[in-house]
Nanobody, 119 residues
C-alpha cells in the first residue's frame, strides 16, 4: 500500500512564494519520473513541472524561471518551490508519482493542495 501526502498550499499575495511537498510512504521499491499538475474549475489538469529519474526537469512555459521542482530520493519526497507567484497560478496542485511497490508499478496522485494568489 502506497500513500501520498501533500502539504504547503495556502493563501499568498502576488509576488510571494510557497513550497509544496509531496511525501510518499508505504511499500516502495522504485519511483519513476514524477511531476506536479494543477487544475482550476472547468479546466483540464495541466502539467506544471516534471523531473525524471536522472534529474532532468521540464516546466510549463508560464512557470519557467519562477518554479523549481526537486526530489529527495532518500526520503521519497517531491517538492515544488514557487516564487513570484501570480494570480494565474491559483489552482489546486497535485503531485503525480509512478511507484513500484512490492510487485508492480502503479500510478498515484496526491490529494491536492489549494494555492490561492491574491492580487
Amino acid at each position: 500500500q502506497v500513500q501520498l501526502v501533500e502539504s504547503g498550499g495556502g493563501l499568498v499575495q502576488a509576488g510571494g512564494s510557497l513550497t509544496l511537498s509531496c511525501a510518499a510512504s508505504g511499500s516502495i521499491s522504485s519511483i519513476g519520473a514524477v511531476a506536479w499538475y494543477r487544475q482550476t474549475p472547468g479546466k483540464q489538469r495541466e502539467l506544471v513541472a516534471g523531473i525524471n529519474s536522472v534529474g532532468m526537469t521540464n516546466y510549463l512555459g508560464a512557470v519557467k524561471g519562477r518554479f523549481t521542482i526537486s526530489k529527495d530520493n532518500a526520503k521519497n519526497t517531491l517538492n515544488l518551490q514557487m516564487n513570484s507567484l501570480q494570480s494565474e497560478d491559483t489552482a489546486v496542485y497535485y503531485c503525480h508519482l509512478p511507484i513500484k511497490g512490492a510487485a508492480a508499478w502503479g500510478t498515484y496522485w496526491g490529494q491536492g493542495t489549494q494555492v490561492t494568489v491574491s492580487s
